[in-house]
Structures are given as structure tokens and as C-alpha cells.
């Protein structure tokens, strides 16, 4: 019961995220041609635009690494999976959540602290506090702590959907391979 409300959280969150990322990507190319067309056009600098840009794609960072913990795409040793029996492979996975989430542990740890720091400080242009930039830290952080407890808990619902994504992207390959030149 509580498995299968976490792995629907997850499966929200990953839509969620999927959907931030591609728009905060739109709005980050919007705001570049903009900055782009007043600078060479009208020869207005926008240091603000430029200052939001810079915002927007730390947490497009951020965030994009968030999902592709939650894929187990992040940290991926590929090299080891044909050398490896399958009983291996999976201790190896576990392995390397556990290393990924005392990583994300210390991450929060710190970013909370670094937060505290420097989001006092004031971005000139903007006037928005540094918190808000660091704040993207912590977010991924704690998101991908999620997902990692999700994928311990919920392991059969982890497998049929890496095995689902590991489908979707051969069956990319194929037709990419099979599309002539």
C-alpha cells in the first residue's frame, strides 16, 4: 500500500519535472532572443533578462539531474553490464544508490548551509536573493533522495520501468540505425 503510493508520487514527480524542464528550456530561449534582438536592434542592454537566464538554466540543471536519478540514468556503468551476472549487476545498482544518496545526504547538508551564507546576498540586476539560486541544490538533492528511496522500496516497479525505458530507447536505435543515410 505505502509502496504504491510512492511509486505514483514518483511517477507524478517525474512528470513534473519532465514538464519543468522543458518549459524552463522554452523560457531560457525566449529570454536570450529577447536579450539578443534588444541588445543588436534597439541597443538596449538587458541585464536583468541575462541574470534570469542564468537562474533558469541552474535549475534546468538541477532539476534535469533530478530525472535522470529518478531513470538511473545519472550515474550509469555501462561497461560492466555485459561483463556481470544479472545478481551482480543489481548488488552493483544498490551499490551505487547508496553512494549517490550519502552523496545527496552531504549535498542538502551543505547547500542548506551555503544557503543560509549567501542568501543573504542580492543579485544586482534582479534584486532576487542568492538563496534562490543555491536553492536549486537542495531541491535536486532532496528530489533525488526521493527517487532513490523509491527505487529501495519499490524495486519491481523500478525494473519495469528502466526495463520499459531500456525498450523504448532500443527501439530509438533500431529506427535511427534502419533510416537511410
Known amino acids: 500500500m505505502m509502496t504504491s503510493i510512492l511509486?505514483?508520487?514518483?511517477?507524478?514527480?517525474?512528470?513534473l519535472l519532465g514538464f519543468l524542464v522543458g518549459a524552463l528550456l522554452l523560457a531560457i530561449v525566449l529570454l536570450v532572443c529577447v536579450q539578443v534582438f534588444s541588445?543588436?536592434?534597439i541597443g538596449a542592454a538587458t541585464p536583468g533578462m541575462a541574470e534570469i537566464s542564468r537562474l533558469l538554466f541552474i535549475w534546468l540543471t538541477f532539476l534535469g539531474a533530478a530525472l535522470l536519478i529518478s531513470r538511473r540514468e545519472l550515474i550509469?556503468?555501462?561497461?560492466?553490464?555485459?561483463?556481470?551476472?544479472?545478481d551482480l549487476?543489481?548488488?552493483?545498482?544498490?551499490?551505487?544508490?547508496?553512494?549517490?544518496?550519502?552523496?545527496?545526504v552531504m549535498l542538502v547538508v551543505y547547500g542548506r548551509h551555503l544557503m543560509?551564507?549567501?542568501?543573504?546576498?542580492?543579485a544586482p540586476?534582479?534584486?532576487?536573493?542568492?538563496?534562490w539560486f543555491y536553492g536549486s541544490l537542495v531541491a535536486f538533492a532532496g528530489l533525488g533522495l526521493f527517487f532513490i528511496i523509491e527505487r529501495i522500496l519499490a524495486p519491481s516497479a523500478a525494473a519495469a520501468r528502466e526495463a520499459q525505458a531500456r525498450a523504448v530507447a532500443e527501439g530509438h536505435a533500431t529506427r535511427?540505425?534502419?533510416l537511410p543515410s
Open 7 to 15: 511509486v505514483r508520487i514518483g511517477d507524478l514527480l517525474r512528470r
Open 39 to 41: 541588445r543588436y536592434f
Open 76 to 86: 550509469v556503468i555501462d561497461f560492466l553490464h555485459d561483463k556481470l551476472n544479472a
Open 89 to 104: 549487476f543489481k548488488r552493483l545498482g544498490i551499490l551505487i544508490d547508496l553512494a549517490t544518496a550519502a552523496f545527496l
Open 116 to 122: 543560509a551564507v549567501v542568501g543573504q546576498k542580492i
Open 125 to 131: 540586476a534582479t534584486g532576487l536573493p542568492f538563496a
Open 176 to 178: 535511427t540505425e534502419s
